[in-house]
């Protein structure tokens, strides 16, 4: 049966469906940059995607129509059981899980090419067959230490072994070191493709290990260019136009946004790498002082009541953070908004970047609470309007609205670009406690006597009392 496709799908034609499915990928991402089409550009990436595989399965003969319908029918059912099985919150981790699959696709793909499968065993594909496995291994096992941390497997802080970037160099030196003498004959290749795929996981440990739970997003985003980088370089070790330009579309996109994440906290990516913007103050070092926050006298009540502020309150500003997530208060946030409307009042959401563990994490988190995409704005948006609101409510928040950021030197967050929840008159702040957040540094904003009122605990039990209080009022 596949002899049918064979003639039906040349060289010529294959090329041709390959540039139009890759266009169909640069039209779906393009798609879901703006909310009202995202839904239609995933789809449309994806199905591309699809049919990308089948085609070039099919194109190259590999297994039989049959074999290829059945793994259809069984990704899709084990799709569908994950989106019923993960909750939103576990989405970053999902994520980091998935990009970690493609790195090892890849290193799967360039292992078969350096043994001839598939491949013409010439220098260049040998090369890209090696370039392969350990960026796909890298990928790979990078990938499952973020979404370890991200889960709560592993520790959440840098971990920082001794010797950590002498046993990085060492690695990347073996790595060279294995690729040469296997393109020169002097390896066998099966040894050679053994020794990088070990050089590679162990390079992913080291590379992700010492990155910290505050600096993720950006990991994330970084893994999932890796990842497109290594689909790439597989591509050219088995000759695939279609990958090669599908992988690239995917590095590309994954290396513009790191780049954006990395403007968005004020961090250089080789500092992230090297684990120094969420490493703690070593005991030699000075304490950085706390910021002392100035509010102008005229606008603070001398001690209200918080429902005072609740009733007076017409212009609301609301902050989440990764604590609503872990909290999964959204749908309670939501009813405090619709309250807030309810008397009359202007209700906008202020998002920082990084606000969830991954880019877009929070709006998605928002969204399933059916919260309006036109009541979301993002930080430039709002920033200069936090000192002309009623009422800033911050669920769930605290490096992103941390004002020593602004003077703290010496400190993971200093010059990163925060929320001016300060500058409001009034704060509500419904958050765990006062404890610092993942970059480790004191919040000032909890030490202002006036106009700062603080709901300690569980954001769904303290959103939900809150909600009743005013509601009795």
Known sequence: ???IFMVTISQNMYYAVSAGLAILVLVGIFLMSKVKTAKTGNALSAIALLTGVVVS???YDLLPIWVI???????????????????MIEMPQMIALLNGLGGLTSLIVGGFAMLGIGSDQEVFSTASAMVAVFV??????GSLIAAGKLHRLINQKPIVLKGHRIWLSLTLILTLAVMVIGLFNVLSLP?????????SFAFGYLFTIRIGGADMPIAISLLNSLSGVAGAVSGLAVGDVLLVSVGGIVGASGLLLTQIMCRAMNRRLWEILLGKTTQKISSHQEKPKLVTIETPEETILSNPDF???VQEAKDVIIVPGYGMAVAQAQHL???TADYFKGRGARVRYAIHPVAGRMPGHMNVLLAEANVDYDELFEMDDLNDQFQSVDLTIVVGANDVMNPAARAAEG???YRMPILNVDQSKHIFIFNYDTKPGYAGVDNPLYQRKNGVYLFLGNAKDTLNTFLNDIKTN
Do not use: H
């Not at 040894?191 to 050089?199: K, M, Q």
């Open 411 to 413: 400190t993971p967050i």
């Open 136 to 141: 796909g291994g890298w990928t790979f096992v």
């Open 57 to 59: 399965m099919i194109r």
């Open 1 to 3: 049966m596949n002899d």
């Open 69 to 87: 319908y059945a793994s259809i029918l069984f990704g899709s059912a084990f799709s569908l059981w994950l989106v019923l099985k993960i909750k």
């Open 333 to 335: 946030l939501k009813q």
């Open 191 to 199: 040894i050679a493709l053994a020794l990088l795929t070990v050089l």
């Open 307 to 309: 429902k005072e502020v």
